[in-house]
């Protein structure tokens, strides 16, 4: 059987718990490279670690370099966008992230621009008006680092879609990651030629949204966990689905063997890939891994096109031959 290889587009493995730290608690030692395993383990052979802040975009470009296939972004999420204007200096801030994503683009490891976009589910963090703002700023970094941009969208579609139209001729593509909206924000952004949509655990809660998955074309898709987030509960619709899962116990009793229970990882992206296959109707899931890596390397690894396409190509021919004979 092939193996199945998949990226993981969103995981934040700068959030504390991957330092062992729960609510302000430490419960354990840092076990990033035990995560880290049991991801390459899994068939996950690369990461992007999101950035959303200046200072955690900084950390997340050290942690890129702990290893080949570790990859992030660089921007200022939109619950965030206020340290713009309470760094004192607005303009030296944006340069500062400019500096952060030349030095990292020029190491190979910076690949979007972002997480970026705008958030009215927490306009107690963020005013709107200064996301939207902030927001269109950072096409700036994306037109001048050629790079991609790496979003978010949470019940914001209309005025998201506006910024998006108004810009589109200044960023080379990106992915709206861990869509969790309606069949009818859905084809908003599907309409931009160039964006696809991220799923994650929180994309496949309910059978509604296991339906607007669905509808999503597989040439415009990409999976991710956005761990420590957005695990698949036993609750969720899309729990049906997964068939892959890992021992774990709770954070008091920490095994560096064991998954911490609550706490997502990236190698569940493989269950992920799962349900999407599963509410799909799709059957031959390493075929789909193709194509689903071989979008994320036109967005993130434009480098790398080529070898997944042949990839992609290789397992028709296979398909093709089994048919026939």
Not at 47 to 53: F, K, L, Q, Y
Not at 106 to 127: N, Q, S, W
Not at 229 to 251: D, L, Q, R
Request: glycine share 8%; aromatic share 8%.
């Amino acid at each position: 059987m092939a193996t199945i290889r998949m990226i993981d587009i969103a995981v934040n493995l700068t959030d504390g718990m991957f330092k062992g730290i729960y609510n302000g608690k430490k419960y354990h030692v840092a076990d990033i490279s035990a995560v880290l395993s049991r991801a390459w383990s899994a068939g996950v052979d690369r990461i992007i670690v999101t950035g959303g802040s200046l200072e955690e975009s900084k950390e997340a470009l050290a942690i890129a370099e702990t290893d080949a296939r570790l990859f992030c972004t660089v921007g200022v999420h939109p619950t965030r966008c206020k340290e713009f204007d309470e760094s004192g200096d607005p303009e030296k801030h944006f340069q500062s992230l400019l500096s952060l994503a030349k030095e990292g683009v020029e190491k190979g490891k910076v690949v979007a621009i972002g997480e970026c976009g705008l958030d009215y589910d927490r306009l107690h963090f963020c005013p709107s008006e200064i996301q939207q703002k902030y927001f269109e700023k950072q096409f700036e970094l994306a037109h001048a680092m050629r790079l991609p941009m790496f979003l978010h969208m949470r019940a914001a579609a209309e005025d998201f879609c506006t910024i998006l139209e108004r810009n589109k001729e200044r960023f080379c593509g990106g992915v709206a990651h861990s869509f969790t909206g309606s069949a009818e924000e859905r084809d908003k952004l599907l309409s931009f030629s160039n964006i696809f949509i991220g799923v994650n655990g929180c994309s496949l809660k309910t059978v509604e949204n296991l339906d607007v998955v669905k509808g999503i074309p597989m040439e415009r898709m990409m999976i991710e966990t956005d761990s420590p987030y957005c695990e698949i509960k036993n609750t969720h619709a899309g729990i049906n689905f997964v068939k892959t899962s890992w021992p774990s116990k709770k954070k008091e009793k920490h095994d560096p063997d064991y998954a911490i229970k609550g706490r997502n990882e990236p190698c569940t992206v493989r269950q992920v890939l799962e349900v999407v296959a599963g509410c799909k109707g799709i059957a031959d899931i390493d075929q789909l891994s193709k194509k689903l890596y071989h979008n994320t390397c036109r967005i993130f690894f434009p480098q790398d096109v080529d070898s997944a396409a042949d990839a992609l190509l290789a397992g028709h021919d296979t398909a093709e031959r089994s048919q026939r004979v």
